[in-house]
């Protein structure tokens, strides 16, 4: 299996603050990575798929960048509704994977 | 609109068996992987397989193989997650997902949550 590495596990952060998350796989995967967001009660909402391309209705501060081994997720301002737990997820092959999560938490 | 619909929450005693099911609708149901993810009470999400429903390839995360079965009707535009025999520790959020494959963005469900009691 492609093992996801996700950091930090969790963070506290202001509105309007800068933040980043980063998944790291244990071998190549391209652009095939996937960031969600979950709220308490909630299924998995995609923001970012192919690594980099904002989904359809998703605010423009939400952003994904890298490939092959290497990706990071950024909020560009955080707003109170953002608090939720964020995963990423690789899809390079049929045996698809999750890093562990971050939660995150408005100040 | 692309969507999924999950049959409803269940409680269950061990030792029984469970289907849970998911209908897909919006989009070619025969020609796109779909499969389970399993949350357990405060914890991350694990992919429990996938099925191809054209043509009833299943694949299973090594964790799950021999622990749950697969299925899918394409009739029916229908997905199932079985147990023969449930357990406690099966007691969790299960959701059914359209898997992300490149070019195909992933969509889900909207859980099912199966309580397994004595």
């Known amino acids: 299996d492609i093992q996801m590495t996700q950091s930090p596990p969790s963070l506290s952060a202001s509105v309007g603050d800068r933040v980043t998350i980063t998944c790291q796989a244990s071998q190549d995967i391209s652009k095939y990575l996937d960031w969600y967001q979950q709220k308490p009660g909630k299924a998995p909402k995609l923001l970012i798929y192919d690594a980099s391309n904002l989904e359809t209705g998703v605010p423009s501060r939400f952003s994904g960048s890298g490939s092959g081994t290497d990706f990071t997720f950024t909020i560009s301002s955080l707003q109170p509704e953002d608090a939720a737990t964020y995963f990423c997820q690789q899809y390079d092959n049929l045996l698809i994977t999750f890093g562990q999560g971050t939660r995150l938490e408005i100040k | 609109e692309v969507q999924l619909v999950q049959s409803g929450a269940e409680v269950k005693k061990p030792g029984e068996s469970l289907k849970i099911s998911c209908q897909g609708s919006?989009?070619?149901?025969?020609?796109?992987?779909i499969g389970w993810v399993r949350q357990m009470p405060g914890k991350g999400l694990e992919w429990m397989g996938l099925?191809?429903?054209?043509?009833?390839?299943?694949r299973y995360s090594p964790s799950f193989q021999g622990q749950v079965t697969i299925s899918a009707d394409e009739s029916i535009n229908t997905a199932f997650l079985q147990w023969s025999s449930l357990k406690a520790s099966d007691s969790g959020m299960y959701y059914c997902?359209?898997?992300?494959?490149?070019?195909?963005?992933?969509?889900w469900g909207q859980g099912t949550l199966v309580t397994v009691s004595s």
């Open positions: 997902a359209r898997a992300p494959r490149p070019g195909v963005r992933g969509v």
């Open positions: 099925i191809y429903p054209g043509d009833s390839d299943t």
């Open positions: 919006g989009y070619s149901f025969p020609r796109r992987w």
